[in-house]
């Protein structure tokens, strides 16, 4: 039987007063002066913001640049009267939507998990940072297929508790590519459980799914080892949100005992005007 060494998993801390703090639902925490609708003034996270890393050394101090930064997702969702919106944009169509709160109550806990569990070590794009969803074919077929503006078709999955929430983590850590690779427990344990699946009806336990053949080749039948719609056939694919940490983030998150901040879009990280990206 092969041995699998977990690495000891280091944050940057920040500690946070929770003055003015409020809940929703049975857990979830949020800063009221943080989780206002964002403004044309704010600072946007780009995806020039985020760099790869070949260590777990680089991308903590990655990690922790964007975190301080003030820089925040576009398009996050905010709360109004106790009630979470989520908000999708494109070109100059806006349409907001709600959010219930045991929907953001799980992501809280899918980070908290995901964290104390070592699978991840920061809550921003280049690791656990975009998501996709499993939702069941049936509840597909019938509730949202065809049916739906984006809003809604979000709304509808927010609320289904039997979804699944997939997380493609380690996103730009450089892994398989890496001449340590195989010399390095952590970067071999940080990519083969790149797969992370949380629930949505409260319960803790987040699973790892794999797609590779670990014990007989030592590499995936995917070179991403990223699962998708043909590891789920009963299960239909779909678009997820984003999630990047900040110490102006909404909503509250806790490792070691400490408080960190969060937030959440459905809206991927855009690139600066004028951007050349090549094609």
Not at 22 to 38: D, N, V
Not at 39 to 53: F, G, Q, R
Not at 106 to 135: T, W
Request: hydrophobic share 30%.
């Amino acid at each position: 039987m092969k041995k699998v060494i977990i690495a000891g998993t280091l944050l940057l801390t920040h500690l946070c007063t929770f003055a003015n703090a409020k809940t929703i639902g049975s857990t979830l925490k949020y800063r009221p002066e943080y989780c206002k609708e964002q403004v044309k003034e704010e600072p946007i996270l780009y995806a020039t913001d985020v760099s790869y890393s070949n260590s777990k050394e680089e991308l903590m101090e990655d990690w922790s640049k964007v975190y301080y930064s003030g820089k925040r997702l576009e398009h996050r969702a905010f709360v109004k009267e106790g009630q979470v919106y989520g908000k999708v944009s494109l070109y100059n169509d806006t349409e907001y939507f709600k959010l219930p709160s045991y929907f953001v109550e799980n992501i809280k806990v899918h980070i908290e998990e995901a964290l104390k569990k070592r699978l991840v070590d920061a809550i921003y794009f280049p690791d656990m940072g975009h998501s996709h969803f499993y939702i069941p074919m049936k509840d597909y077929q019938e509730k949202i297929a065809g049916k739906k503006s984006r809003g809604e078709t979000f709304k509808l999955i927010a609320e289904n508790k039997d979804i699944k929430v997939v997380y493609h983590t380690a996103e730009k850590l450089n892994t398989l590519s890496n001449p340590d690779f195989n010399n390095s427990h952590y970067l071999r344990w940080r990519y083969y459980t790149r797969n992370l699946l949380g629930q949505n009806n409260g319960n803790k336990a987040v699973e790892i799914m794999a797609v590779h053949d670990l014990f007989t080749t030592g590499r995936p039948n995917k070179i991403g080892n990223t699962i998708g719609q043909s590891d789920m056939p009963t299960h239909r694919w779909y678009a997820g949100f984003n999630l990047s940490a900040s110490k102006d983030g909404c909503f509250e998150y806790t490792y070691q005992n400490k408080s960190y901040y969060f937030d959440i879009s459905y809206s991927d990280l855009p690139y600066p005007a004028g951007t050349d990206l090549g094609y």
